[in-house]
């Protein structure tokens, strides 16, 4: 009986000794796991700190973008408003220089002079310059009306392949402003110029002899801008033209100072076109 009690007694002491080291086990591992899950709220923590950090840096950055944005917008304003206030007297001196170089340099030979040969009954010679590119289509519809009307009539087009090109019987588009200046320079003739724009004076002041014909045909921002020598250039056309016209009648008040100014509203207005070619004849 004690011998059985013995073992009985040592069989739970080894059972009491085996559940300890399952219990110290038990305790290591929750003490590993504990550590993890503390670094892992670390991390964790870190990690929204880092997210914060980045979101608060993508902010800042889109900030700056914003202002950097509305920088250049400022800059480009600034900028465009320089352009406008640049100096007519500059650029005209820049543009005469170009014109009067070029065209001492370039051979009158290479305009060619067919167009006199097949019109030799011509009234008129009218030539429009290289001046509003979106009122193209107004000025080319002038002239090849006033080409059916006899007069032999050029209008700039840089789109073209030749020196100059037929459209209509009478009407021709040319391409190179040097070589038709120094082309007309070179005739016994006295052209009509179609003026569009302010800055065209800088080619056709080159013409000793010349008529002029002032087309207004938009607003002031457009035809001569803020320069106030741009602005007297345009008085100076009105005092100075021969014939002075203009688009749409709320273009009326820049050209007050005409009377005789003839409304052109288009070229499908046969009346107003019929009035041109009559005064252009006188």
């Known amino acids: ?76 304003l600034l900028l465009e408003h320089k352009k406008q206030l640049a100096s007519y007297e500059s650029e ?14 370039i051979d009158p030979g290479l305009f060619p002079n067919i167009f006199l040969a097949k019109h030799t009954a ?12 979106f009122q193209s289509e107004r000025i080319s519809g002038l002239l090849k009306e006033l080409a059916d009307d006899g007069y032999l009539c050029f209008s700039f087009n840089v789109g073209i392949h030749e020196a100059t090109e037929c459209g209509a019987d009478g009407f021709y ?19 009509t110029i179609l003026c569009t724009w302010v800055l065209q004076s800088a080619w056709f002041d080159l ?13 002031e921002d457009v035809l001569w801008g803020t320069d106030a020598m741009s602005k007297l250039k345009h008085y100076g056309l009105l ?32 009346h107003a076109v019929s009035k041109v070619s009559a005064w252009l004849e006188v």
Not at 254 to 268: G, H, Q, T, V
């Open 122 to 133: 011509y009234k008129g010679i009218i030539v429009a310059p290289d001046g509003l590119r």
């Open 1 to 76: 009986m004690n011998r059985q009690q013995l073992y009985a007694d040592r069989f739970a002491l080894l059972e009491q000794s085996h559940h300890e080291v399952q219990l110290d086990a038990l305790r290591r591992l929750h003490g590993r796991k504990l550590m993890e899950l503390n670094e892992r709220k670390r991390d964790a923590r870190n990690l929204g700190m880092n997210v914060k950090e980045l979101s608060d840096a993508v902010k800042e950055k889109g900030q700056k973008a914003v202002e950097l944005e509305q920088h250049i917008q400022r800059m480009s």
């Open 207 to 219: 013409l000793k002899n010349k008529t002029i014909w002032y087309d207004v045909c938009d607003h």
């Open 92 to 105: 005209y001196e820049q543009r005469q220089s170009y014109y009067f170089q070029e065209s001492g340099r």
């Open 173 to 191: 588009e040319y391409k190179d402003e040097a070589l038709l200046l120094r082309w007309l320079a070179e005739q016994e003739t006295t052209p």
């Open 239 to 270: 005092r100075e033209a021969n014939l002075v016209t203009y688009s749409n009648k709320k273009w009326k008040k820049y050209i007050a100072a005409r009377k005789d100014a003839i409304e052109l509203e288009s070229r499908s207005d046969e």
